[in-house]
């Protein structure tokens, strides 16, 4: 079967450094043209409903990916995991998971955006990292180290949840208490994956590729199909790929109607 990426040198494979593709995007510049260039690729972001079969590098994948990467992670866990299907026998099975819908048989790649369940466990080492790289204060590491606990740990055999669960929504009653993600880390898993998502599309976009989110999909059976671990949750499946035709023509409800100034 053929393959999304075509061959490539050695050389032209590796993976590129953050470094090295942030110093590319960090350059002085006008602030106001920046965010005139900015508004303009998120009008003309569309989702793509047909793809054309022209295949795709995957240094460029890769280094979408990465700025996928830095999207705003939640205490800086960054649960969100890739699965990149390039192999159309796969994409074929996967397409039954996602309705049969058109696009996943189309693109040349489809990405499952998924949520890993565990992404607690690494915790002491993404705040070793941040504090190793000076993006934390060694104050707000203790505060961390106290509270990220508090708000992940469901106990042995789900006790800690049980007494979450069932106390918290009294105790708002009294005082403010933020989301407690023992409780309801499917929700928190969904809006990290989720800003991962929309970095990866709007680099896609820039890059002249067409994306298309789709949350039409039977978890269960793409689960299966790809084999994931057992903590890796699918929360969003995006075919990608060079599109066939121009956008699709959008429409958006004045701001009026969606904004409230208090």
Known sequence: MGSAFPRASPSSSRRPSSRAIMSEFTSPGDSESM??????????????????????????IERLLLTAQWAPSGYNLQPTRFVVVADPRIRSRIRRAC??????????????????????????ETLEADLAGGAITAEYAGFLRKMVPLMFRQGPLGLNWFWKATLIPLARLFVPIPQIMAVDKRFWLAKQVMLCAMNFMLAAEASGLGTVPMEGFDAGRLRRVLDLPRSWEPILVVPVGYAKQGPAKKTRLPLERVILWR
């Not at 965010?35 to 460029?60: D, I």
């Not at 998924?114 to 915790?123: E, K, P, Q, T």
């Open 35 to 60: 965010l005139a260039r900015f508004e303009g690729l998120a009008r003309k972001r569309r989702a793509t409903r047909h793809f054309s079969q022209q295949p795709l590098e995957r240094k460029l």
């Open 99 to 124: 309705m049969n819908q058109q696009p996943v048989k189309e693109a040349p790649l489809v990405i499952v955006f998924a949520g890993d369940h565990r992404a607690f466990d690494r915790f002491p």
